[in-house]
C-alpha cells in the first residue's frame, strides 16, 4: 500500500520559513515524477513546485507565485520529498499536499501552513 505523509506545517509569521516534507512508504522502485500542490477554501488545488527525471534530465518547475522563495528537493534513499519555503506571505496560506506518480497517481493527505502575524 502506497502512503504519502506530510509533515512539517504549522503557523508562521510573514517573512518566515517552513520546510515539508513528503514521506513515502510503500514502493518497490524509484518514482520519477512528484511535487507539492496547494489548495485553499473554494479554490482550486494549485501547483506549487513539481519535478520530473527522465533519462536525458532531471527538471524542477515552479508556479509563479513562489518562483525565487521555494525550493523542491528530494532524498531518493529515503523516499522523501521536501519543500522549503521561504520569504512566506499571508497569500501562501493553504493546505500543502504533495503527490507521486509511480504506475498511478498517490496523494497524501496534505499539512496546514498558516501565514500571519
Not at 509533515?7 to 518566515?16: R, Y
Request: aromatic fraction near 10%.
Amino acid at each position: 500500500q502506497v502512503q504519502l505523509v506530510e509533515s512539517g506545517g504549522g503557523l508562521v509569521q510573514p517573512g518566515g520559513s517552513l520546510r515539508l516534507s513528503c514521506a513515502v512508504s510503500g514502493i518497490t522502485s524509484s518514482f520519477t515524477v512528484g511535487g507539492w500542490y496547494r489548495q485553499t477554501p473554494g479554490k482550486q488545488r494549485e501547483l506549487v513546485a513539481t519535478f520530473t527525471d527522465t533519462n536525458i534530465n532531471n527538471s524542477i518547475h515552479y508556479g509563479d507565485s513562489v518562483r525565487g522563495r521555494f525550493t523542491l528537493s528530494r532524498d531518493t534513499a529515503k523516499n522523501t520529498i521536501y519543500l522549503q519555503m521561504n520569504n512566506l506571505k499571508s497569500d501562501d496560506t493553504a493546505v500543502y499536499y504533495c503527490k507521486i506518480r509511480w504506475i498511478l497517481e498517490y496523494w497524501g493527505q496534505g499539512t496546514q501552513v498558516t501565514v500571519s502575524s
